[in-house]
């Protein structure tokens, strides 16, 4: 095992508050005895496999790990990763700490799915060496710079991401539009009449493609992107909650509450809460 770059980082406490911090970083050549295993560890690790095989495993299940592919292990659960014994890993690796970490987590479900396939690596490796260089150097400007390295990564973790969901899921070309507006105007009136005559199709065709390309139908679809939203809000702002029912477009809190608890087992006060005490 060679550590080629190996380096540690204190954060104050306002940096902490407000800034993704980085604890530790490095750039590993694994042995063939390398393996870390842990019930729990402060921070979240990124890990981008150079060369070699290794393998993550999370909630009992174990996911290999070739060039190329981008690792985000949560490390205040169990978990365990290492470099296989055939052909170790070569990797460069970030402990990240910050705001929302658990809650991006959630979003980019990496509980199941920690390891992300073919990682953009042309724009991911000068991101580790930035964030190298800062560490050892002795900028003050060197926590707002790291933050947005760390910004920057998790970006790339996002769009990889939405790129291998959006090859999993086949949206037809005359739909795209339409999912588009949704996105941008989810808290706008809609109706499944006006959104198949804004494809130009009858509202019997445009149901039937949509339940094909998403599984549901366009007004359930609505419903989560809606919901999802809230999640958001209910977690980063202290607006109350008939004011987020009506941001994103609920005109009563009660159908808000109740199409709320269906899609996530919580009502909004009760996952604001569960929120906050995870943070």
């Known amino acids: 095992m060679e550590f080629l770059v190996s380096l540690y980082g204190t954060a104050s406490i306002a940096h902490q508050q407000i ?10 050549i694994a042995g063939s005895e390398h393996r870390i ?25 174990t996911h290999p790990v070739g060039p190329g592919d981008f690792v985000w292990v949560n490390c205040h659960h169990p978990h365990e990763h290492g470099g296989s014994a055939e052909e170790p890993w070569e990797v460069l690796w970030v402990r990240i700490e910050g705001p929302a970490l658990d809650h991006m987590c959630r979003i980019l479900s990496v509980s199941d799915r920690p390891v992300f396939p073919s990682f953009d690596l042309a724009s991911a ?6 964030i ?20 920057q990564l ?7 991401r939405q790129e291998s969901e959006s090859q999993t899921i086949h949206i037809p070309a005359i739909l795209r539009r339409t999912i ?45 992107e809606r919901v999802n ?51």
């Open 180 to 224: 588009e507006h949704l996105k941008l105007f989810y808290f706008e009136p809609h109706s499944v009449d006006t959104l198949a005559a804004s494809a130009g199709l009858s509202t019997s065709h445009f149901s039937r493609l949509f339940k094909s390309a998403f599984g549901t139908s366009p007004i359930d679809w609505l419903r989560r």
């Open 125 to 130: 490796k000068p991101i580790y060496k930035r």
């Open 132 to 151: 190298f260089d800062l560490m050892a150097g002795d900028s003050a400007l060197a926590p707002a710079r790291l933050h947005a390295e760390v910004a």
């Open 19 to 28: 800034f993704y911090t980085i604890p530790r970083a490095g750039h590993l």
């Open 37 to 61: 295993r842990r019930d729990h560890f402060p921070g979240h690790e990124l890990i981008l496999c150079l060369k070699g095989n290794g393998s993550v495993r999370v909630m009992g299940q």
């Open 154 to 160: 998790l970006s790339l973790a996002f769009c990889s």
């Open 229 to 279: 939203q809230a999640k958001r809000r209910l977690t980063e702002s202290r607006d109350a909650i008939e004011e987020i029912a009506t941001q994103v477009g609920y005109r009563d809190r009660f159908f808000f509450s109740r199409d709320f608890k269906k899609l996530t087992g919580y009502s909004p006060r009760e996952f604001r809460r569960r929120e906050a005490s995870q943070r």
